[in-house]
């Protein structure tokens, strides 16, 4: 079952039920607490919280996802992407616990044939909240069997936004991919045998302050209960294309294999290429769609995040042997695959392709006068039987090199040294408040952020995704 299948299968199903098709929103937020959407329910806090009436009782949308601090992850493990499509339904004190439940069991086991997605049963795990057994109820109720439910604790099945406010248990479905890939003990215990597919929060606690996400107590009810919930895109797709992981999938493998083409190295002869090959394959995709939404490569913010992913891309295809310029080979492989989905990333071509490839280029004229001072600050260091890069060294990469600091970790780290961080950042804050003495005397501003402040003295509670902290601070 191809991507665009299961998205379009998930909209008919629950515009079937009543819910309003929502468009994806940006990836670049509304919410200045956030860098990038995380989670689908992102577009929809403002109805979550009541802070402004719903127009709807029930909807439904797949939304375009970014999430950085999965980075470390992607390639590695089968189901991390940077960029990702997270499917959802949502009710604004409409339907509850039960009927997002029977939702969810429908639409995973009815057949292919009858317009589900045909997991079968026995292939299926739910954990639930430590003591939510209205939720363990609702699921025996359905014929999961007692023993492929297991209940979790506040850590990963409770959501809150860390804060006063709306908070609830949460209920994940899992795939098990059989004993090729781990031990029998079910998702609790393995999370590469047992792949999380969807995770249901049922918003109905108003909780108190406390000391952060996972220590607070519960003051109530809140008097409009909320659903909210998230389906990887990509996951059903790798799990239904029969394929190990989500860069394997039709909306990602064209630009891995474009990658193995062009190291003329085979994709699955050796674990390290593969990580690599895989890294490209997410990055270039996330570097797509984040350039569609107006992001462009910079040294701050956004931008920033984009400027790594691209640079890390570059130094992929690099370790896979690749010397000269890629991007014109792997964007138009990523655009290829992804513009029936989303059009623009075709019509747009140009511009993106334009400030794409000119970064690549950009990068390429400084990575080997940058590796060449890296690797005599490598052997300086070890000389003095040192373990540590000057922060110095760190800054001059960054500076006029155009090496983002976590590509000089990784590549000090590869070397068996780590880099004095307090030293760089000093070096950094430094250059920063130079930067806007300067900008102040020339009567410029860094970026108008004023028509945020109007959000903000709502006091609008911040929510970062279903468990997910990302915020500026965390990068
Ligand atoms: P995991 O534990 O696997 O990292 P999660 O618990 O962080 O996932 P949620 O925040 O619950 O994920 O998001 C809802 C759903 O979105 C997940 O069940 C999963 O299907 C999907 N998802 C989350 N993060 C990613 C990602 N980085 N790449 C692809 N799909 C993702
Ligand atoms: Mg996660
Ligand atoms: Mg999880
Ligand atoms: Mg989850």
């Known amino acids: 079952m191809q991507t665009a299948e299961i998205r379009g299968r998930w909209l008919a199903f629950f515009a079937d039920r009543g819910h309003t098709v929502v468009p994806s929103a940006s990836l670049v937020s509304d919410d200045p607490t956030l860098l990038f959407t995380v989670a689908g329910m992102v577009p929809f806090v403002p109805y979550l919280t009541g802070l402004v009436p719903p127009p709807y009782p029930r909807a439904t949308s797949v939304q375009k996802c970014i999430r950085t601090n999965d980075i470390e992850e992607v390639g590695k493990t089968p189901r991390h992407g940077t960029f990702f499509q997270m499917a959802g ?75 006063s406010g709306p908070a609830g248990p949460c209920s994940e479905i899992f795939f098990d991919r059989g004993p090729a890939y781990g031990a029998d003990g079910g998702p609790a215990t393995d999370d590469d045998r047992y792949v999380e597919i969807w995770n249901l929060v049922f918003m109905q606690y108003l909780r ?15 008097p409009k209960k909320n659903i909210d919930t998230g389906m990887g895109l990509e996951r059903v797709a790798f799990l239904k294309q029969g394929v190990e992981n989500m860069y394997e999938i039709d909306q990602v493998r064209p630009v891995l294999d474009r990658a193995a083409a062009l190291s003329r190295r085979a994709y699955g002869a050796d674990h390290e290429d593969d990580v690599r090959m895989r890294i490209v394959a997410d ?184 468990d997910t902290l990302q915020t500026e601070s965390s990068i």
Request: hydrophobic share 40%; proline share 3%; net charge negative.
């Open 89 to 163: 339904n949502f009710s604004f004190g409409d339907y509850f616990k039960e009927q997002a439940i029977q939702y969810a069991w429908e639409l995973l086991t009815t057949p292919e044939s009858a317009g589900g997605y045909g997991f079968l049963e026995k292939d299926l795990w739910v954990t639930i909240y430590l003591d939510d057994d209205e939720a363990f109820g609702y699921w025996r109720a359905i014929g999961v069997p007692a023993d492929r439910i297991q209940r979790l604790g506040k850590e990963s099945n409770y959501w809150s936004t860390g804060q």
């Open 283 to 466: 990055h270039v995709r996330s570097s797509l769609m984040l350039m569609s939404d107006g992001v462009m490569p910079s040294n701050e913010g956004r931008g920033y995040i984009l400027r790594r992913l691209m640079r890390r891309t570059v130094r992929a295809m690099r370790l896979l042997g690749v010397e000269g310029a890629t991007f014109p080979e792997l964007f138009p492989a990523s655009r290829d695959a992804m513009s029936d989905a989303y059009p623009e990333v075709k019509s747009d071509y140009d511009r993106i392709s334009q400030a794409a490839y000119a970064e690549e280029e950009t990068f390429l004229r400084t990575l080997t006068s940058g590796s060449a001072v890296l690797d005599v600050a490598v052997a300086k260091t070890k000389k003095a039987a040192g373990a540590e890069l000057p922060g110095d060294t760190a800054f001059l990469l960054h500076d006029t090199y155009g090496f983002p600091i976590e590509l000089t970790l990784e590549m000090a780290e590869e070397a068996g040294l780590s880099v004095n961080r307090e030293a760089f950042d000093a070096l950094m804050s430094k250059q920063r408040a130079m930067a806007k003495a300067d900008a102040k005397a020339k009567k410029t501003t860094l970026a108008d952020l004023s028509v945020y402040s109007a959000f903000r003295a709502q006091g609008a509670t911040v929510f970062t995704g279903h």
């Open 208 to 222: 108190g302050e406390g000391s952060g996400k996972d220590d607070f107590e519960i003051l109530g009810d809140l």
